[in-house]
T-cell receptor, first 111, second 113 residues
Framework: QKEVEQDPGPLSVPEGAIVSLNCTYS??????FMWYRQYSRKGPELLMY????GNKEDGRFTAQVDKSSKYISLFIRDSQPSDSATYLC???????????FGKGITLSVRP | DAGITQSPRHKVTETGTPVTLRCHQT?????MYWYRQDPGHGLRLIHY???????DKGEVSDGYSVSRSKTEDFLLTLESATSSQTSVYFC????????????FGPGTRLTVT
């Protein structure tokens, strides 16, 4: 079983839709959870960061962590064509542990 | 790109030849990383460095070596390139150990024929 599983996609939605991106994980030691956004032919950039369980909101983006279910989500409200990118979840256990990435899901928002 | 440059940006090389990729940062951060990104595998850590001449292996280090003689430069060498090393290579930096806020370079697209 992979440590981090991410829905493979691709995902295509109309502009204005609410998007839900999800990852599951098997390592109960993971405490830090991140979402990276990667535009085509660019390097990933950090989008959201959450420690332990709970929600975090930043504009149209909400990151949600459910440690009891080992499940994290990224919600995008009022999706825009500029949100079209690949989204990667990442997580780590502690200060001295490496980042483990999901495989990424490609999102396309149709005008 | 947080002051990170990678060179070359694109390279085509033949099987069996050595290849060196360079990562250069302008912000003097201690920690630097090399990843490869492949369809179906996501980002995988090759090697990392926690200071000048201090490096360690990641999860896919076979066939790769690294060197860091200056804070600003982190070199990745494919000793004898194979077709399985065709990939996009990303360098990253972080301010703290395994920092969640890793900043990535623009990537190098390497093709081994």
């Amino acid at each position: 079983q992979k440590e981090v599983e991410q829905d493979p996609g691709p995902l295509s939605v109309p502009e204005g839709a609410i998007v839900s991106l999800n990852c599951t994980y098997s390592n109960s030691a993971f405490q830090y959870f991140m979402w990276y956004r990667q535009y085509s032919r660019k390097g990933p950039e950090l989008l959201m960061y959450t420690y332990s369980s709970g929600n975090k909101e930043d504009g149209r983006f909400t990151a949600q962590v459910d440690k009891s279910s080992k499940y994290i989500s990224l919600f995008i409200r009022d999706s825009q064509p500029s949100d079209s990118a690949t989204y990667l979840c990442a997580m780590r256990a502690g200060a001295n542990s490496k980042l483990t990435f999901g495989k990424g899901i490609t999102l396309s928002v149709r005008p | 790109d947080a002051g990170i440059t990678q060179s070359p940006r694109h390279k085509v090389t033949e099987t069996g030849t050595p290849v060196t990729l360079r990562c250069h940062q302008t912000e003097n951060h201690r920690y630097m990383y090399w990843y490869r990104q492949d369809p179906g595998h996501g980002l995988r850590l090759i090697h990392y460095s926690y200071g000048v001449k201090d490096t360690d292996k990641g999860e896919v280090s076979d066939g790769y070596s690294v060197s860091r003689s200056k804070t600003e430069d982190f070199l990745l060498t494919l000793e004898s390139a194979t077709s399985s090393q065709t990939s996009v290579y990303f360098c990253a930096i972080s301010v703290t150990t395994w920092g969640y806020e890793q900043y990535f370079g623009p990537g190098t697209r390497l093709t081994v024929t």
